[in-house]
């Protein structure tokens, strides 16, 4: 399924674009053939077999070393009111489970990305990195939640269990303010089909 930002909804199958694809085109289940333009879309989900298999979003991202870069496809790992994180790779392929699994850039890495309000991605870490440098990179970027950036340095909530993280992320709480409100984002709806291509 394709939700476009005017609210538009596509349903059918296509190819997930190339990671920086400005534009791909989609067969909807009535047969219609649609050009659309990466930068209209506000998710791109994917399913196989019936189970959602990854929601993506397309969103310009600040690269490692603070290097601005051209938008690209982040696949959500976790989304909630405030935030969301992804991975972001070179390419996307089924594997034997039917599982998305992430093909790395040149440099061999999956990058790991925090999208705030702002719709800007920001370069948190790599994935197969250990969770004290993620957990030290979240804390960065969730500074404005000191409340949360003490459960995870604590090991409350786990560095890695990003739906949670997304899910308790209060910007502009204070310290000594343990309560948090669960906006549970489920993410519906994903991918078919092999290799590359699905069902939307």
């Known amino acids: 399924m394709v939700l476009m930002a005017d609210s538009t909804r596509y349903v059918g199958k296509t190819f997930l674009p190339d990671f920086q694809g400005k534009s791909f085109r989609l067969v909807t289940d009535e047969g219609k053939r649609v050009k659309i333009k990466s930068g209209e879309v506000e998710q791109l989900r994917f399913r196989r077999d019936g189970k959602q298999s990854g929601v993506f979003v397309y969103v310009p991202y600040v690269a490692r070393g603070g290097k601005e870069s051209k938008p690209g496809w982040v696949n959500c790992q976790g989304?909630?009111?405030?935030?969301?994180?992804g991975?972001?790779?070179?390419?996307?392929?089924?594997?034997?489970?039917?599982?998305?699994?992430?093909?790395?850039?040149?440099?061999?890495?999956?990058?790991?990305?925090?999208?705030?309000?702002?719709?800007?991605?920001?370069?948190?870490?790599?994935?197969?990195?250990?969770?004290?440098?993620?957990?030290?990179?979240l804390c960065k970027l969730l500074?404005?939640?000191?409340?949360?950036?003490?459960?995870?340095?604590?090991k409350e909530v786990d560095a890695f269990d990003f739906q949670e993280i997304c899910n308790r992320y209060t910007p502009g709480r204070e310290q000594g303010h343990g309560s948090?409100?669960?906006?549970?984002?489920?993410?519906?709806?994903?991918?078919?089909?092999?290799?590359?291509?699905?069902?939307?």
């Not at 039917?98 to 440099?107: I, K, R, T, V, Y």
């Not at 906006?183 to 699905?198: F, N």
Request: aromatic share 8%; charged share 30%; with cysteine.
């Open 79 to 85: 989304v909630g009111r405030h935030l969301k994180i």
């Open 87 to 137: 991975l972001l790779a070179f390419d996307w392929r089924f594997n034997r489970k039917g599982e998305l699994a992430p093909m790395s850039f040149a440099d061999g890495d999956v990058y790991i990305i925090g999208i705030k309000e702002d719709g800007k991605g920001q370069f948190l870490s790599t994935l197969g990195r250990t969770k004290a440098v993620v957990r030290k990179a």
């Open 143 to 154: 500074a404005d939640d000191p409340v949360l950036c003490g459960q995870i340095e604590d």
């Open 180 to 200: 948090y409100e669960v906006m549970a984002v489920p993410l519906q709806d994903g991918m078919d089909e092999t290799e590359k291509g699905g069902n939307v």
